[in-house]
């Protein structure tokens, strides 16, 4: 009697055999997640090895520096499924709809706006939309060529994070544009995108990611080093200058879209720390990607705190620089980056 139930036992674990022994039922997560990834086979692509899509998963994916046996034992920290991230971002736009229902409809604010609000609205917020455009598509490069539907969906949510993000700067653009017709909202955007001095170094930083191929290096660069300094400039720092020139509408709705960075931090550093943890020789991986593009966050840093500060009264871009830093350092320790981590 005692061996049949054992066989029974095994049996049921069958069930779930692909995700090994796991000692316990599968959660929803990993039921809907796990082995979803059609690139990871033998022939990725089912076609031969000479394709050229096959060709770039190896070179690009297979054959990098990070190397980790096993991607499917990640586990998102926030375990998002495709159900769990609608109705989380559902109620996410529900507060951002009826904030934009509250400023514009019951109490119009946008008209009362002072000149100083209107320049940094039009300096920091609206020409926005291209560099969050330039971190959507590294987003869903990272999602198509990761080595595990754990990693790819967690990638494939961010994308759809900025893309959101994208449609709430065109549609504040648009209402600034209604309601400010000579002050160049939705005109003037890509003139500072491609011009304007304090800028150029987010320009620059996202069109060198769009040309970094290698998947370590375009998720390390992205989620460790431009994706957040740009967050922490655009959405936190933003929304103290915004609420300081009582433009209070854009400064929650920037409140709101940062919680969607820290998810993002949260998937980023989780991954970074399951490579360490796989082979601790990834460490030196990661770190020497953080310091190829060091002069890259730090030229960030400098011109950002300086595009933000300039708009607010007491506001030290000295004082912006140094929290910028300070952040960008913690996220590192977050990834496991210090070798008492």
Not at 42 to 48: A, K, S, V
Request: hydrophobic fraction near 40%.
């Amino acid at each position: 009697m005692a061996q049949a139930a054992g066989n029974r036992r095994e049996r049921r674990r069958k069930t779930w055999s692909s995700l090994g022994d796991l000692g316990r039922k599968p959660t929803e997560y990993e039921v809907v997640t796990h082995g979803m990834n059609h690139t990871a086979g033998e022939t990725p692509l089912e076609m031969g090895p000479d394709v050229h899509g096959n060709v770039w998963l190896k070179k690009y994916r297979d054959d990098i520096a990070l190397k980790v046996d096993n991607w499917d034992e990640f586990r998102d920290p926030d375990q998002l499924t495709y159900g769990k991230y609608v109705r989380l971002q559902d109620e996410q736009e529900a507060y951002v709809d009826n904030l934009l229902e509250e400023y514009t409809e019951r109490r119009p604010s946008d008209e009362t706006l002072s000149s100083a609000a209107l320049a940094c609205l039009g300096s920091c917020l609206t020409p926005g939309r291209y560099l969050v455009h330039g971190q959507q598509m590294m987003a869903a490069y990272i999602q198509q060529i990761a080595a595990s539907s754990y990693v790819a969906n967690g990638a494939s949510f961010q994308a759809a994070d900025q893309l959101r993000r994208v449609q709430r700067i065109a549609y504040r653009t648009k209402q600034l544009d209604l309601a400010h017709p000579t002050h160049g909202f939705g005109s003037n955007e890509r003139g500072i995108w491609e011009s304007d001095p304090l800028w150029q170094p987010m320009r620059e930083a996202t069109e060198r990611l769009l040309v970094t191929f290698a998947w370590d290096e375009a998720l390390i660069a992205t989620n460790l080093v431009v994706k957040p300094i740009c967050d922490d400039i655009f959405l936190r720092q933003f929304a103290r200058v915004a609420r300081s020139l009582d433009a209070g509408l854009d400064a929650l709705i920037a409140d709101n879209l940062y919680r969607d960075t820290e998810r993002h931090q949260r998937f980023a550093t989780a991954a970074c720390r399951h490579a360490i943890a796989a082979d601790r020789a990834n460490r030196d991986v990661i770190w020497g990607h953080v310091e190829a593009w060091q002069e890259a966050g730090e030229a960030i840093v400098v011109a950002g705190a300086k595009l933000v500060a300039q708009h607010a009264d007491g506001m030290v871009a000295g004082e912006v620089e140094a929290e910028l830093r300070s952040a960008w350092q913690q996220l590192q320790r977050d990834a496991g980056l210090t070798h008492d981590a």
